[in-house]
């Protein structure tokens, strides 16, 4: 059983950066390939960025591609979203899932789901 919880969403203007966390409990997370979604009000979750399990293999959302980063520290059971640049449009409930592969979460098959954590970009 893996337990994710997302830290770091605030409030902040358009241009500026946040870092986005979620940690895992147990040793088990540093397996799992970890993927950000989020979910504005009235729309669908979206796939925002994904990391396998060693880090070294990333994928991101087009919006995201250049403004945002994914690195994990495995070391801390952690995984973050680094994102810059942020838009309005980048106003989400921001959740990051855990699944056993790249397919797996582009294929929505997540096992663990955090509670998620809102970001706001005013304009």
């Known amino acids: 059983q893996v337990q994710l919880v997302e830290s770091g969403g605030r409030l902040v203007q358009a241009g500026e950066s946040l870092r986005l966390s979620c940690t895992g409990s147990g040793s088990a997370f540093s397996s799992y390939a970890v993927g950000w979604f989020r979910q504005a009000p009235g729309k669908e979750r979206e796939f925002v960025a994904f990391?396998?399990?060693?880090?070294?293999?990333?994928e991101y959302e087009t919006s995201a591609q250049g403004r945002f980063v994914i690195f994990r520290d495995n070391a801390k059971n952690t995984v973050y979203l680094q994102m810059n640049s942020l838009e309005p449009e980048d106003t989400a409930v921001y959740y990051c899932?855990?699944?056993?592969?790249?397919?797996?979460?582009?294929?929505?098959?997540?096992?663990?789901w955090g509670q998620g954590t809102q970001v706001t970009v005013s304009s």
């Open positions: 990391i396998n399990w060693s880090g070294h293999s990333t």
């Open positions: 899932g855990a699944g056993s592969s790249y397919a797996a979460i582009m294929g929505r098959r997540i096992e663990y």
